[in-house]
């Protein structure tokens, strides 16, 4: 069985590292806060105390942290995993980060002798409590395929999209598109209960119609019961918006849509709403 490494148990990483403890993977986790860890032993995990110890045992490290930043720092450094990577050893950074941080951190594996595979995923807690992920991976090819049985683990599908880069551009094009839909959905929702309709006939006409999807489906109930139980922290999106923007302006390419998205992203963290559901964006609008 393979020994598998897993870096970040926020929302998402925890219950991801959670199916593979399950599924009967051998697995050590890390956290930057050490107490975050304590759940995944209980059930069997090991700990490491860095990253570089955590990729030293491991014959494949996977990562899920917060942004560049963070991904950044757990790779490099004399504590870092690419420190402990060796030599045919392989590490799938999950995390969403433009493709310039993914490449950054594909060049410092490898020339640790080490293989590289970004894998960012499309879902939020739920999907990865239920193991029905979206994994978006690119890269070593031959890592890919010895991820394979923990990729069928956490997702429900994950597609081989070329080189390292390509990952990360979906998972942004994905973020963007989803932002937008929601940042438009809120206001629709909001013009329709100032104007007097009823809330719960405009999710069924929208439901019913050609605009049907699961996160309106979703996130429309927790609109109408004010309820922002984090499943996606609004922050991230408002990351992803800034770093497929970014990506818009080296591509010369105009993304207004997005901008004006991003700016009600904006607008809601300033308001405190950082840390709650991406939903959250409604609060500003209504």
Same mark, same amino acid.
């Given at each position: 069985?393979?020994?598998?490494?897993?870096?970040?148990?926020?929302?998402?990483?925890?219950?991801?590292?959670?199916? &593979?403890?399950?599924?009967?993977?051998?697995?050590?986790?890390?956290?930057?806060?050490?107490?975050? *860890?304590?759940?995944?032993?209980? $059930?069997?995990?090991?700990?490491?105390?860095?990253?570089?110890?955590?990729?030293?045992? *491991?014959?494949?490290?996977?990562?899920?942290? !917060?942004?560049?930043?963070?991904?950044?720092? =757990? *790779?490099?450094?004399?504590?870092?995993?690419?420190?402990?990577?060796?030599?045919?050893?392989?590490?799938?950074?999950?995390?969403?980060?433009?493709?310039?941080?993914? $490449?950054?951190? !594909?060049?410092?594996?490898?020339?640790?002798?080490?293989?590289? +595979?970004?894998?960012?995923?499309?879902? @939020?807690?739920?999907?990865?409590?239920?193991?029905?992920?979206? =994994? #978006?991976?690119?890269?070593?090819?031959?890592?890919?395929?010895?991820?394979?049985?923990?990729?069928?683990?956490?997702?429900?599908?994950?597609?081989?999209?070329?080189?390292?880069?390509?990952?990360?551009?979906?998972?942004?094009?994905?973020?963007?598109?989803?932002?937008?839909? &929601?940042? =438009?959905?809120?206001?629709?929702?909001? +013009?329709? #209960?100032?104007?007097?309709?009823?809330?719960?006939?405009?999710?069924?006409? &929208?439901?019913?119609?050609?605009?049907?999807?699961?996160?309106?489906?979703?996130?429309?109930?927790?609109?109408?019961?004010?309820?922002?139980? @984090?499943?996606?922290?609004?922050?991230?999106? $408002?990351?992803?918006?800034?770093?497929?923007?970014?990506?818009?302006?080296?591509?010369?390419?105009?993304?207004?849509?997005?901008?004006?998205?991003?700016?009600?992203?904006?607008?809601?963290?300033?308001?405190?709403?950082?840390?709650?559901?991406?939903?959250?964006?409604?609060?500003?609008?209504?």
């Amino acid at each position: 069985m393979t020994r598998i490494g897993f870096l970040g148990l926020g929302i998402m990483g925890k219950a991801m590292a959670l199916n &593979l403890v399950k599924a009967g993977f051998e697995v050590t986790v890390w956290n930057r806060n050490p107490n975050k *860890c304590a759940d995944l032993v209980a $059930q069997g995990a090991k700990q490491a105390d860095t990253p570089k110890e955590l990729a030293a045992s *491991c014959d494949i490290s996977f990562a899920m942290v !917060a942004d560049p930043e963070a991904a950044l720092a =757990i *790779c490099l450094g004399p504590d870092g995993v690419a420190a402990g990577i060796g030599e045919g050893r392989g590490y799938v950074d999950m995390s969403t980060v433009d493709d310039s941080t993914s $490449q950054a951190v !594909a060049q410092a594996i490898i020339q640790a002798g080490g293989r590289f +595979l970004e894998a960012p995923v499309s879902g @939020t807690k739920k999907p990865a409590e239920d193991g029905t992920l979206v =994994i #978006l991976a690119a890269g070593d090819k031959s890592l890919y395929n010895d991820a394979l049985p923990a990729f069928e683990v956490m997702g429900k599908m994950s597609p081989y999209l070329g080189e390292v880069g390509q990952g990360a551009k979906m998972k942004l094009v994905v973020n963007m598109i989803m932002g937008g839909m &929601l940042s =438009i959905f809120s206001e629709g929702m909001a +013009l329709g #209960l100032k104007s007097g309709l009823d809330a719960q006939q405009l999710s069924d006409v &929208l439901d019913a119609g050609a605009m049907a999807n699961p996160m309106f489906k979703i996130k429309g109930p927790m609109l109408l019961a004010e309820d922002y139980s @984090t499943s996606f922290p609004l922050k991230h999106m $408002q990351k992803d918006l800034r770093l497929a923007l970014a990506l818009g302006d080296k591509l010369d390419l105009a993304l207004p849509t997005a901008a004006i998205t991003n700016e009600a992203f904006k607008q809601a963290r300033k308001a405190g709403y950082a840390d709650e559901d991406i939903a959250a964006v409604y609060k500003t609008v209504k």
